[in-house]
Nanobody
Framework: QVQLVESGGGLVQPGGSLRLSCAASGFTLDYYAIGWFRQAPGKEREGVSCISSSDGSTYYADSVKGRFTISRDNAKNTVYLQMNSLTPEDTAVYYC??????????????????WGKGTLVTVSS
């Protein structure tokens, strides 16, 4: 069964850090680009970051550039999102999703294939 499972969310104070994981089962991530998205209450889902499978190219939304880092470990079939200098505006449910090879659909969410169920990140003092 194809599955993506996000983990690592939680409550963190402003300025803190979290590392999210997106673990795949039932298929290998080697040939997929992985995008991270987030959705805050009352807001549309937005693309946060993406990493391609072909050359490992990475992409970031302007709002997270310089603070978030995406990486992948194909041996563990997992993609990570390191989030530093978090602010309350980063509060959202974070999802990972796949598309074949390159980040061609990202940051648009409607072109993605498989989705995880999300992990909640709350940044608050």
């Amino acid at each position: 069964q194809v599955q993506l499972v996000e983990s690592g969310g939680g409550l963190v104070q402003p300025g803190g850090s979290l590392r999210l994981s997106c673990a795949a089962s039932g298929f290998t991530l080697d040939y997929y680009a992985i995008g991270w998205f987030r959705q805050a209450p009352g807001k549309e889902r937005e693309g946060v970051s993406c990493i391609s499978s072909s050359d490992g190219s990475t992409y970031y939304a302007d709002s997270v550039k310089g603070r978030f880092t995406i990486s992948r470990d194909n041996a563990k079939n997992t993609v990570y999102l390191q989030m530093n200098s978090l602010t309350p505006e980063d509060t959202a449910v974070y999802y990972c999703a796949t598309e074949p090879e390159t980040c061609s659909s990202w940051p648009n969410y409607y072109g993605m294939d498989y989705w995880g169920k999300g992990t909640l990140v709350t940044v608050s003092s």
